[in-house]
């Protein structure tokens, strides 16, 4: 197996046929299908399901077991090539959920390439994609929500945070308000975890439809005016409020958010450590914030 036939094999996942991607690669169809074919011979199974009146790609079951096996071909391909350049940088592969990525992230990715010692390369993944990028070597560090066990994956808490009330200009609450003093018709409603999925379950009534259901953490600023409300993290609520958006304590609300790093089993030390360091500093910035960073960097 060759490079150029695993980037074949990704490029046509990646923009859904053959066709597409000779397009994309600057090569002709033919080609690119006789790269796949030379692939396929060479590994003794098929990759793509083919037959007639199939326009868009389609993979066999061996062909979805083989796609991180590629990634990873492809990536240390790259890495083998960065041996010979001179003066190469560290890499860090770095993941992070959405919400972490927004509102925590910023300022310590700014400060982790002033360091001037690594080079960085970030991606918005779900908790259980970057436990698989974890998995297949494609990422160095994650930054998850929902944790599980994973064989080769160390998962250790990060920090954690309590949620708060998130409410526009004109939502009348009080100081501390309780989960029945909001109206579920005026909710702007994300998907945090299945913890806070049964909290709320508990507290609203189903047949209520939230005014605004939002699957993207940053459209929320926008959809938070009149008496529309949220039930948020707290680093989330401190980055967006202003003098149209304000946050309040809610009492009886759901169980603190954990936020989790993960790191293979063997990490690299020097560009980890180095991150966690300045993600520490950044999270003592949030008053309410309990980080779990310290100890692992003084050991």
């Known amino acids: 197996m060759t490079r150029l036939e695993a980037e074949a094999f990704l490029a046509i996942i990646q923009y859904g046929s053959i066709t597409a991607a000779a397009e994309k690669l600057y090569v002709?169809?033919?080609?690119?299908?006789?790269?796949?074919?030379?692939?396929?011979q060479e590994l003794g199974y098929d990759l793509l399901v083919r037959g007639k009146g199939i326009r868009s790609v389609c993979?066999?079951?061996?062909?979805q077991a083989f796609v991180p096996v590629a990634e990873r071909f492809c990536k240390l391909y790259?890495?083998?090539?960065a041996i010979a350049k001179d003066n190469q940088k560290p890499l860090l592969n770095l993941a992070s959920v959405g919400s972490v990525s927004t509102c925590?992230?910023?300022?310590?990715l700014h400060n982790f390439l002033a360091l001037k010692k690594y080079n960085l390369c970030f991606h918005n993944y779900l908790s259980f994609e970057a436990y698989r990028r974890i998995e297949n070597g494609m990422a160095d560090l994650a930054l998850i929500s929902n944790h599980r066990?994973?064989?080769?994956?160390?998962t250790l808490p990060a920090f954690r945070e309590p949620f708060v009330l998130l409410c526009g200009a004109n939502c009348k609450v009080g100081k501390a308000?309780?989960?029945?003093?909001?109206?579920?018709?005026?909710?702007v409603r994300l998907p945090w975890s299945p913890e806070y999925d049964i909290?709320?379950?508990?507290?609203?009534?189903?047949?209520i439809e939230p005014n605004v259901t939002l699957d993207h953490m940053p459209l929320l600023k926008d959809f938070l005016t009149g008496e529309n409300w949220a039930v948020v993290p707290l680093t989330v609520a401190r980055r967006m409020e202003n003098s149209q958006i304000f946050s309040y304590p809610l009492r009886q609300g759901p169980e603190d958010r954990i936020i989790y790093y993960l790191v293979p089993q063997?990490?690299?030390?020097?560009?980890i450590h180095d991150f966690l360091k300045l993600l520490h500093q950044e999270l003592l910035l949030f008053d309410g914030v309990e980080s779990f960073l310290a100890k692992g960097l003084t050991e």
């Open 28 to 40: 002709t169809q033919p080609a690119l299908s006789r790269r796949i074919r030379a692939m396929e």
């Open 266 to 271: 063997r990490p690299k030390e020097g560009p």
């Open 59 to 63: 993979l066999t079951q061996q062909g």
């Open 177 to 187: 308000p309780t989960p029945t003093q909001l109206n579920p018709a005026n909710e």
């Open 199 to 207: 909290w709320h379950e508990r507290w609203f009534d189903a047949a």
């Open 78 to 81: 790259r890495q083998a090539e």
């Open 149 to 154: 066990y994973a064989k080769d994956v160390i």
């Open 104 to 108: 925590v992230l910023p300022p310590v």
